[in-house]
């Protein structure tokens, strides 16, 4: 299924701040969005995916860190992703 991600560019960069990927196996479908900001936070509302309710969460602790993990609801299909983070939501 395509994927259109309206995000705008990092500071500096020609690279979008918010990238995705949608995977479909027999089992589930998922869709993982990336905030590449190192220091903003990015409100992603989706259209055409009903959400499971939440997202997990993996964010960077730092540029060199580990993770943190954790999970957010959402709020009227919208999720607020943190800097250096990799959303998985479950849609269906």
């Known amino acids: 299924m395509p994927l ?6 990092l500071e500096g960069a020609e690279v979008p701040a918010v990238t995705g990927a949608y995977l479909v196996t027999d089992d589930a479908k998922w869709l ?14 989706l259209e055409d995916f009903p959400p499971s309710g939440y997202a997990d969460l993996l964010t960077g602790e730092d540029l060199l860190g580990g993770w943190r993990t ?16 990799v959303a998985r939501v479950t849609v269906g």
């Not at 259109?4 to 560019?9: E, H």
């Not at 993982?32 to 509302?45: D, G, K, P």
């Open 4 to 9: 259109i991600i309206d995000s705008p560019a």
């Open 32 to 45: 993982f969005l990336v905030n590449r900001s190192v220091t903003e936070e990015v409100l992603v509302t």
């Open 70 to 85: 954790g999970s957010q609801c959402f709020e009227f299909n919208t999720l607020t992703l943190p800097p250096m983070s």
